[in-house]
């Protein structure tokens, strides 16, 4: 008795976990004794999930314990064409199909679902052949009573999208099919609203009500990933804190599974680290702070690797003020930036004195090798800090003499400065970025070309100041890692604009100079 009662409770519980798998005949003439796939689209991926072998008979079969996440599915044939099913909660049932046709010779036995989707299909192939030819018609037309019976017919045929649309999703509004019909629906902004920013504001904030963001089911469609980044790229405004917001709004709405907060987190990281857009770094320094914490499945190295550079950007966000630093000025009279050759020159013979000095390591030689720096900085003139300068608009110009492109670019900004920004109250800092403390040849070596290329393009006019400070870490304050790099900063240190050429941050400030009307 305890046998028969063990051997029924196997049979139940076999008969139970099949019932959760999956079970798809294929029946597709002119695939004959050749592997199929069964993939899924995935955002824009096309994804691989099962394979089958057709015999003679050009049948096969899909088939696993573990059921498939709802979506929209694809056959792929090996002449490398494929054609979509739906896959809901039914997952046994049969599909036909004839290579010489695909879209019109489908056919799905066994699943409610499957049935209305090929029967959806076709419903729209043949309604868009009908507009097709109809607009044509239009085109040629001159009879103008003609043309209104023809635009009465593409009325007719807008009616019967809307019926059909409606018939499936009123009549099955559980099934998954339906939930995708409706996320592929654009938001209709009622008609009583009349004022365009209130549009623009229903339409935002409705954008996502046929769209469930926690629903992973959508995830494998492809209309995912395009309803994601129209939204950030064509309906929020493109501010920081509102797209931060928006952010946090998707994922948390994604934390419903796993998988889908996982997909979407990586896709908002990587749109926006690769993104050009000025304001994106503000945002992936957002998201990456999100990252570093959840991603759990991401190594450790690449975690702590962007914990470094996430503290580094953060020094330096658009909107935030700009990081103090302590600068010396160079004189602005040619004689006397010669005169700085020769302490220069002292300093240089010093240090490499210093350094032949092999009875003692680099760090305990480096509090002498910095005093030598102090002594040459001390023969500037002036020095001052970024805090107490004053002027409506401070430009930072990081600038390399042993960089080609500052050669090429900084005489020609100089230029645009003069004849453009130097009476609009902006003042220029021309910093110098390198002076390699390690090696006092090239130390030397950067201050003297310095000199050389600010008295050779005479960069010496009122608003235009050239400083340095090797002790100060402009490329970590900053986040520099080449050079020229430009920040556009208010009359209260706040970071307007980086990293654009000289010509944008120019016509930046012309534009802020117009009168508000104008702007």
């Not at 955002?43 to 015999?55: C, K, M, R, S």
């Not at 995912?224 to 797209?243: H, L, M």
């Amino acid at each position: 008795m305890k046998k028969l009662i063990l051997v029924v409770l196997i049979q139940i519980a076999t008969i139970q976990l099949f019932s959760q798998g999956y079970k798809i005949e294929i029946k597709i003439k002119g695939i004959k004794n050749q592997q199929v796939i069964l993939g899924v689209h995935k955002g824009e991926n096309l994804i691989p999930v099962d394979t089958t072998q057709t015999d003679a008979n050009s049948y096969g079969i899909f088939k696993k314990n573990k059921k498939l996440t709802p979506g929209m599915y694809l056959i792929y044939l090996p002449n490398r064409t494929y054609f979509d099913v739906i896959i809901g909660d039914d997952q046994t049932f049969l599909i036909e199909n004839d290579t010489t046709n695909l879209y019109k010779n489908l056919k799905i036995s066994n699943s409610i679902e499957g049935e209305i989707f090929v029967d959806y299909q076709k419903f729209l192939m043949e309604q868009t052949e009908k507009m097709n030819k109809l607009n044509e018609q239009y085109k040629t037309e001159k009879d103008e009573t003609k043309k209104k019976e023809i635009e009465e017919q593409m009325n007719k045929i807008s009616q019967n999208y809307e019926e059909k649309y409606n018939s499936i999703v009123n009549q099955h509004p559980e099934m998954f099919f339906t939930k995708f019909l409706k996320a592929t629906r654009d938001i209709k902004v009622p008609t009583e609203i009349t004022d365009r920013t209130q549009q623009y504001y229903y339409y935002k904030n409705h954008y996502f009500d046929n769209f469930d963001l926690s629903d992973i089911s959508l995830l494998y469609t492809p209309i995912y990933d395009n309803k994601i980044d129209t939204y950030f790229d064509k309906v929020e405004a493109p501010v920081p804190d509102s797209i931060n917001r928006a952010i946090d709004f998707m994922l948390n709405k994604a934390q419903a599974n796993s998988d889908l907060y996982q997909y979407l987190l990586i896709k908002l990281y990587n749109k926006y680290a690769k993104s050009q857009l000025m304001i994106s770094e503000n945002i992936f320094v957002h998201i990456a702070d999100i990252y570093v914490e959840k991603a759990t499945w991401s190594p450790d190295s690449f975690r702590n690797e962007l914990k470094t550079k996430i503290i580094r950007k953060k020094n330096c966000l658009i909107g935030n003020t700009a990081q103090n630093m302590k600068l010396f000025v160079l004189p602005n009279d040619t004689l006397k930036i010669n005169e700085l050759r020769l302490p220069l020159e002292e300093m240089k013979n010093k240090g490499l004195e210093i350094e032949k000095d092999k009875t003692r390591t680099f760090d305990q030689k480096l509090p002498e090798l910095s005093a030598l720096i102090a002594e040459f900085l001390s023969h500037f003139p002036t020095d001052t800090e970024l805090k107490n300068v004053q002027a409506k608009y401070i430009i930072l110009w990081f600038i390399s003499p042993t960089c080609s492109h500052c050669i090429e670019e900084t005489p020609k900004f100089y230029d645009q400065f003069n004849k453009v920004l130097k009476d609009k109250g902006v003042i220029v800092l021309s910093i110098l970025l390198e002076a390699n403390t390690d090696n006092w040849n090239s130390f030397s070596d950067t201050y003297s070309k310095w000199f050389d290329f600010i008295i050779k393009h005479k960069m010496l006019a009122k608003g235009w100041y050239n400083l340095s400070n090797p002790f100060d870490n402009y490329r970590f304050k900053y986040d520099i890692s080449s050079s020229p790099v430009l920040y556009l900063l208010d009359k209260d240190k706040k970071i307007i604009a980086k990293r654009i050429g000289y010509d944008q941050a120019v016509e930046i400030i012309l534009d802020l100079e117009k009168p508000q009307d104008q702007q």
